[in-house]
């Protein structure tokens, strides 16, 4: 189990993976700027409603601090069944998104121009691993890759956490995110 050789592709589809198994991409190393606030216990009385923007406190600022240090993630392009080891990466004043594969950037995106990430059975209804990957794409320069993370959770984490800094960045620009058809 694990990756190809470095510089070959590999298939996501049944293949098991974990992050110590990339190769050896340099990521930036950065000190994280957002301190994480404590899960609040049901014990002390809080609504559900507070214990939920709790947890979407707690992994939004796990996911800012992690994409800061570098995210290891696979990735392809869509329509393609091969991925590649790469570190998704974005920069201390959380304007760009980058990804590295074999120590060049493969990808570099501005963070106001990201569309809403899709996550799992969206990308492809049939295929289970899916529940592992997320889309990431801009608006304006089309750039779209698929990112393959090592299990479900961990992609709804990325998800969730890419969501929040997606619009985190909008409001701070004075930007309202575009409305979604329901």
Same mark, same amino acid.
């Given at each position: *189990?694990?990756?190809? *050789?470095?510089?070959?592709?590999?298939?996501?589809?049944?293949?098991?993976?974990?992050?110590?198994?990339?190769?050896? @991409? @340099?990521?930036?190393?950065?000190?994280?700027?957002?301190?994480?606030?404590?899960?609040?216990?049901?014990?002390?009385?809080?609504?559900?409603?507070?214990?939920?923007?709790?947890?979407?406190?707690?992994?939004? @600022?796990? #996911?800012?601090?992690?994409?800061?240090?570098?995210?290891? !993630?696979?990735?392809?392009?869509?329509?393609?069944?091969?991925? @590649? *080891?790469?570190?998704?990466?974005?920069?201390? #004043?959380?304007?760009?998104?980058? !990804?590295?594969?074999?120590?060049?950037?493969?990808?570099?995106?501005?963070?106001?121009?990201?569309?809403?990430?899709?996550?799992?059975?969206?990308?492809?209804?049939?295929?289970?691993?899916?529940?592992?990957?997320?889309?990431?794409?801009?608006?304006?320069?089309?750039?779209?890759?698929?990112?393959?993370?090592?299990? /479900?959770?961990? /992609?709804?984490? #990325?998800?969730?956490?890419?969501?929040?800094?997606?619009?985190?960045?909008? #409001?701070?620009?004075?930007? /309202?995110?575009?409305?979604? *058809?329901?």
């Amino acid at each position: *189990a694990g990756l190809p *050789a470095k510089g070959e592709g590999g298939s996501c589809l049944g293949r098991p993976w974990r992050p110590s198994d990339t190769d050896e @991409t @340099t990521v930036i190393d950065s000190e994280p700027v957002v301190d994480a606030p404590c899960l609040p216990s049901e014990s002390k009385g809080l609504s559900r409603r507070s214990l939920e923007k709790a947890r979407l406190r707690n992994v939004a @600022t796990e #996911f800012f601090n992690r994409a800061l240090q570098g995210i290891h !993630v696979l990735v392809a392009e869509p329509g393609s069944a091969q991925f @590649t *080891a790469s570190v998704l990466q974005i920069d201390t #004043f959380f304007s760009s998104m980058f !990804v590295k594969s074999g120590g060049r950037v493969t990808h570099a995106l501005p963070l106001h121009d990201l569309s809403p990430p899709r996550w799992g059975r969206e990308l492809m209804p049939d295929i289970a691993v899916c529940e592992e990957c997320v889309l990431v794409q801009s608006e304006k320069s089309g750039q779209r890759f698929v990112c393959r993370l090592p299990s /479900a959770k961990e /992609a709804e984490a #990325f998800f969730t956490g890419l969501s929040i800094l997606r619009l985190s960045v909008l #409001f701070a620009e004075g930007a /309202a995110p575009p409305k979604t *058809a329901q």
